[in-house]
């Protein structure tokens, strides 16, 4: 037993002599060529190594290197892919016996890492490595050799002083010219064990900004072990700041849970830093806020109880993104007390300018704005495709340019290309309604339908707000549904098809004054009688209408008021973008407005509505007022009043003008011929 034990003491001199002086009489620059020819057979590349080494094996190995670079692809635009300064580990030789791994230092100076890709995709870290080595063979029971994966896991990690100083890593892709560069990259790791709090802590510049990076998690055992541990994180920078604390697990799918924060002081700003500035209309995109309780499983990602707001908007509700599939799915609910979307919007053309952004100028022409024409630009519908989406949003009130519009309720359903959305519920001007807009776009090409039902809404302020015009008054309900399909917006507008009506009650056509413009019919009295002071009120103004490959069609407008009739009929086709109709304003001898008779007898007056929208012109049509009048004139006296009924409307009264006109009547007008007829109703 003794001489055992002198052996055993002479063999751990023996070795402590090894460890200790071998290193010291061994010129390991004599092994430089060999490690460099072991890198090229393993690597396909070259290992260069320009400064000293040193070597320690007591009481830890310890290996410190300078200088060193490793050889790019053939054809990168750099030398080397890597380089470093200095390289400096220790590692403990006894914990190893135990299964231990024990790192004294780690120290990585101004390492130099350059990734790119070249022109046919490939990267150049894909290394051209020497022969496979050949598979382990199965042990005698039947598990893998020895030094197989089935060897004993490790049992602790310790970490001393891990650091990184100064690297810079640069990437280019000349595929698509992509250039990135993250450079004083710095970072420091704990870990006193694996049972041990893991905190991490770094800062790097990437496009002019430094951004900082902590880490923490409570058990890196259990992590190791695809248990859950509490973990935070928290990644700061000026463009952006984000922060996670809750509990993550490192199983088959890397799982997250636990409460998120995502601070924005700037979206552009943000989009801009990224390299993706945004060219988006408007002036909004500035701060935006989100937090709620996040939930991860692999690319399965859901954030409840979330808090938004974006420029002035706030809201709360859920959000999830499933990506596992082919494409992602999108599930969200969405309420917001207000939302302005006037931010969004690209500014308005002033007047006069771009296709119809001008007012016509005058009621019988000479309108001031451009005639613009539809685009032939291709729609591209692809993004519809590249997603589906179950969303659905509430808002207290919606602003849209001055349109103002209460409490809503939206629904939005993509899947396979083909988008819903489903206005359940909108309060608008004292009234409400609901529509449907489908956008299919599985085709390649939009297919468009729309139907909408507005009820009781309040015309006057709600179109003064839409377009800035508030020549109609009154209790509005419209109804509209329309289908289009085409590549570009010319063939949308030319193969729209549909129906609807309107109806407007108690109200009144600002600007006119109907009974003043037929006591004298001409262009001129037209022209006068487009007075804002003016107006023509009503009970009624109606008419439904029909498209039909881009025509509108109508030929029913009816208007119904005391002394008043009037009814129309014509066409706007707009794909060449013009109008050709005609309204027939009629004196009757009713003060009845709602619910009096449209079709009474009177002095009617067709007058023609026609040309291109930018220059529409308004004309009496004498002709047809012959037709309609002439043939037996003393039937208008049946159901005209006294002149002094109408002396306010006409200034005379229309029957003492017609018993002037009538056949026999001895007046100025008296004769048998429709020409002296027509000279004293219209002049000559």
């Known amino acids: 037993m003794k001489k055992l034990l002198i052996g055993l003491g002479v063999i751990l001199v023996l070795l402590i002599a090894v460890v200790v002086i071998v290193p010291m009489v061994v010129p390991l620059e004599s092994y430089k060529a060999e490690i460099q020819a072991q890198a090229k057979q393993a690597t396909g590349r070259d290992l260069r190594i320009d400064g000293p080494i040193s070597l320690s094996l007591f009481p830890a190995i310890a290996i410190s290197v300078e200088d060193v670079g490793f050889s790019n692809a053939p054809g990168a635009s750099t030398p080397e892919m890597a380089t470093i300064e200095r390289l400096d580990v220790a590692l403990q030789i006894l914990p190893l016996i135990g299964g231990e791994v024990a790192v004294d230092r780690f120290i990585l100076e101004r390492p130099v890492i350059n990734l790119e890709v070249d022109a046919e995709g490939k990267a150049n870290w894909d290394l051209a490595t020497g022969a496979a080595a050949p598979p382990p063979e199965p042990s005698a029971s039947g598990g893998e050799a020895a030094g197989g994966g089935g060897g004993s896991a490790v049992s602790d990690v310790r970490l001393g002083e891990v650091r990184l100083v100064d690297g810079t890593l640069n990437y280019s892709d000349q595929q698509s010219g992509r250039q990135e560069t993250v450079s004083e990259m710095n970072m420091e790791l704990s870990l006193p064990s694996l049972a041990s709090p893991f905190a991490a802590e770094g800062s790097a510049v990437w496009n002019g900004e430094t951004v900082a990076l902590t880490v923490g998690a409570e058990s890196p055992r259990d992590l190791m072990a695809g248990e859950a541990s509490n973990l935070a994180m928290t990644i700061e920078a000026a463009p952006v700041t984000f922060s996670f604390d809750g509990a993550a697990r490192n199983a088959e799918e890397l799982g997250l849970q636990g409460q998120l924060n995502l601070a924005v002081p700037s979206i552009r700003n943000l989009a801009a830093w990224a390299g993706n500035p945004l060219d988006f209309p408007g002036e909004g995109l500035g701060p935006f806020n989100l937090e709620g309780m996040l939930e991860m499983t692999g690319a399965k990602v859901a954030l409840t109880e979330a808090k938004l707001s974006i420029d002035e908007i706030a809201g709360d509700g859920l959000f999830s993104v499933d990506a596992r599939g082919a494409k992602p799915v999108i599930k969200a609910e969405l309420n917001v007390e207000q939302l302005n979307v006037n931010p969004y919007l690209p500014p308005e053309a002033p007047a006069g300018e771009g296709g119809d952004a001008g007012a016509t100028a005058g009621a019988s022409g000479g309108g001031t704005q451009d005639a613009g024409d539809w685009s032939d630009e291709p729609i591209d519908v692809s993004a519809l495709g590249l997603l589906d989406a179950d969303l659905a949003f509430n808002a207290g009130g919606i602003q849209f340019r001055e349109v103002k519009i209460g409490q809503s309720s939206l629904t939005v359903l993509l899947q396979d290309g083909k988008l819903t959305a489903e206005l359940a519920e909108m309060q608008l001007y004292e009234g409400s309604g609901k529509g449907t807009i489908v956008v299919d ?102 008419g439904t209408f029909q498209i039909d490959k881009g025509i509108v069609s109508n030929q029913d407008l009816s208007l119904v008021a005391p002394l008043v009739r009037m009814t129309g009929a014509g066409t706007i086709p707009l794909p060449p973008r013009t109008v050709d109709y005609e309204v027939k304003p009629k004196l009757v001898g009713s003060l009845e407005g709602q619910g009096g008779q449209s079709d009474l007898a009177g002095i009617a007056v067709p007058i023609k509505v026609t040309g291109p929208w930018h220059d529409i012109s308004y004309q009496p049509d004498l002709a047809g007022a012959l037709t309609d009048q002439i043939t037996d004139p003393g039937a208008l006296l049946e159901n005209v009043p006294e002149a002094g009924d109408l002396k306010d409307a006409t200034e005379g009264g229309a029957r003492g003008l017609l018993d002037k006109l009538a056949p026999g009547s001895g007046g100025e007008g008296e004769s048998d011929s429709p020409l002296d007829l027509k000279r004293g109703l219209f002049g000559n």
């Open 441 to 542: 776009g599985s085709s390649g090409q939009p297919a468009v339908a729309a139907d909408f039902d507005l009820a009781n809404f309040q015309a006057g302020p709600f179109l003064n707000d839409l377009a800035d015009f508030d020549r109609i008054l009154g209790t509005t309900e419209t109804k509209l549904s329309v289908t289009a399909a085409g590549a570009s917006q010319r063939e949308l507008v030319s193969s729209l098809q549909g129906d609807g009506a309107v109806v407007f009650r108690d109200g009144a056509v600002k600007g006119i004054n109907l009974a003043a413009m037929m006591r004298n019919i001409s262009v001129a009295a037209i022209d006068q009688s487009f007075d804002a002071a003016e107006q023509t009120d009503f009970a009624e103004l109606s």
